[in-house]
């Protein structure tokens, strides 16, 4: 096996133990083991990182400098690449991603975003004139100026860190803005990388930052609170979300948030059910159903539901899931202990609350991480607890529907709106359905909107901004409008 390094903390562009010489360990979700440790920040070295942040926006070229920083990214692009092998060790011990998500989300689709991220930062047009006005007897050019908007306190959870901390990051670090990035205390090492990666390209000191730690509410909430950090970037829980929000509200800080989901997978009467019913194991399984965007729901025409759920029960219980270095295994553990009992708890609830359990819904025999069988609920109404809170494991619960206004109606009876997706003989009819669906992102007949130039992020309560797309830029930027005499 790979073995880590203990890793340190960046903060003006030097790897630093913790002040308090403290360290954390990293537990490996395949196994339960130590796989390593890292630095355990707290709000002092928190405060030395805003400090630093804080400098190099104030007192460096960075924000203004398009081509130092296309300079930079373009090296931090490379090192990304020489680091590629390095990273998906990490992905897999301590994600416990399975070999086969290493080529989507867990490690070479993120790397190969960036480029898209450089390619906009070259083209993207942060200036622009306004033909003159004369509104109140002063005839005026106008300039709309495209700024960046200060310094980021970047927080993340341990799904899909590189992903999430590269959508992040990268943008912002090309837009002008400088970063701290606190990722989740699970997943330290697939932020410290990046630090790796910025410290040998010729980025400014203080540019980038990231801080480990195993005390996430105060070491976060530290970057909410401090007046120094202009933006915060989030995301995770609604709940959590929900108390960033108010604590920027002190300040009207500027936030973005990517939030839960509980997204609804609607089979029409006219799908062709041998081929759609078992593609929802995929859905729900990827990654042991630790996606904000997991179809979680599935709603079935209610003519067919026992058919769809024999359907269902064959494809769970086939789903494989016990050797993680497979290529063709996409659903490992989850990622600790307390997601294990979080999920087996929703298990609980799901059959007090009269839910019947098709299949799984235990813990496998013979495995040593944090494994949760595939899951199926049959029997589930739309108002129970496990159809509208975000479970975060590989579990599924089917809904019956009375046709398509129905289940549009069930879709959209949730307080997220994070993803979706319809299936129909139909283009037409699966393409109105997805009009009246309120999510930020969703998929027709099995189309794809994972990629680089599609802003992804949510209605409702699952969020506030778009991620990636030119829209993901456009968020850690302010807009400055300047008038001058014509
Ligand atoms: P979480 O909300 O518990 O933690 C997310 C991050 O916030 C972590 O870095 C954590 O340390 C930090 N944090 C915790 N309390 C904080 C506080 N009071 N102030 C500031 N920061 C704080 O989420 P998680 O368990 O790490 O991740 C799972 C959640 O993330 C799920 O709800 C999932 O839907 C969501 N998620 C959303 C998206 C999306 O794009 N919408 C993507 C992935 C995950």
Redesign the pocket.
């Known amino acids: 096996m790979t073995s880590f390094e203990d890793s340190l903390l960046y903060i003006d562009g030097r790897f630093v133990p913790a002040k308090s010489g403290k360290k954390y360990p990293n537990i490996g979700p395949t196994t339960g083991e130590v796989i390593g440790y890292a630095a355990d920040g707290s709000t002092e070295d928190m405060d030395a990182a805003i400090a630093a942040a804080r400098r190099a926006f104030d007192g460096s070229t960075w924000s203004t400098d398009r081509e130092l920083r296309l300079k930079v990214l373009t090296q931090f692009r490379e090192g990304l690449h020489a680091n590629r092998e390095r990273i998906k060790a990490m992905a897999m011990a301590e994600a416990g991603s399975p070999v086969g998500c290493l080529a989507g989300p867990q490690c070479d689709a993120p790397i190969s975003f960036v480029d898209f991220v450089l390619e906009t930062l070259r083209t993207f047009a942060f200036e622009r004139e306004l033909p003159v006005a004369n509104t109140m007897g002063v005839p005026s050019r106008r300039l709309v100026w495209k700024e960046a908007a200060g310094v980021v306190g970047a927080?993340?959870?341990?799904?899909?860190p590189l992903q999430?901390n590269l959508a992040k990051c990268f943008p912002a670090l090309a837009a002008g803005c400088t970063v701290i990035l606190?990722?989740?205390?699970e997943t330290p090492w697939l932020a410290t990388v990046l630090a790796e990666i910025a410290d040998k390209t010729d980025m400014p000191p203080g540019v980038f930052n990231v801080i480990t730690s195993a005390m996430?509410?105060a070491v976060?909430?530290q970057l909410?609170v401090d007046p120094r950090v202009d933006m915060i970037s989030?995301?995770?829980?609604?709940?959590?979300g929900r108390?960033?929000m108010a604590v920027a509200s002190e300040q009207v800080k500027k936030v973005f948030l990517?939030?839960?989901?509980k997204s609804a997978f609607i089979v029409l009467d006219d799908a062709d059910f041998e081929r759609v019913i078992p593609t929802s194991a995929f859905f729900v399984l990827y990654h042991a159903g630790q996606g904000?965007a997991s179809f979680t729901r599935l709603l079935v025409p209610r003519a067919r539901y026992e058919e769809a759920i024999g359907m269902l029960k064959t494809a769970f219980e086939a789903f494989p899931y016990t050797d993680p270095t497979s290529e063709h295994q996409i659903m490992g553990p989850l990622i600790s202990e307390r997601q294990r009992e979080r999920v087996l708890g929703y298990v609980k609830i799901g059959q007090e609350e009269g839910a019947r359990l098709v299949t799984g819904g235990g813990v496998p025999e013979g495995l040593k991480g944090f494994y949760v069988q595939p899951t199926v609920f049959a029997d589930v109404h739309n108002g129970m607890r496990i159809a509208q809170e975000?479970i975060?494991g590989p579990v599924l619960v089917v809904i019956p529907h009375d046709g398509d206004d129905d289940a549009v109606r069930i879709a959209n009876d949730s307080i997220f709106g994070?993803s979706g997706g319809v299936a129909s003989a139909s283009n037409k009819r699966a393409l109105a359905v997805a009009r009246r669906i309120r999510t930020g992102t969703y998929s027709v007949n099995g189309g794809n909107y994972f990629a680089a130039d599609t802003p992804?992020g949510?209605y409702k309560q699952?969020?506030i901004g778009r991620?990636m797309g030119i829209e993901g830029f456009e968020e850690y930027l302010q807009t400055k409008s300047v008038a001058i005499p014509a």
């Open positions: 927080i993340t959870p341990w799904n899909v999430i606190k990722p989740a205390p996430p509410a976060g909430e909410v989030f995301t995770g829980s609604t709940g959590v108390r960033i990517e939030l839960g989901g904000c975000e975060f994070l992804f949510g699952s969020g991620e």
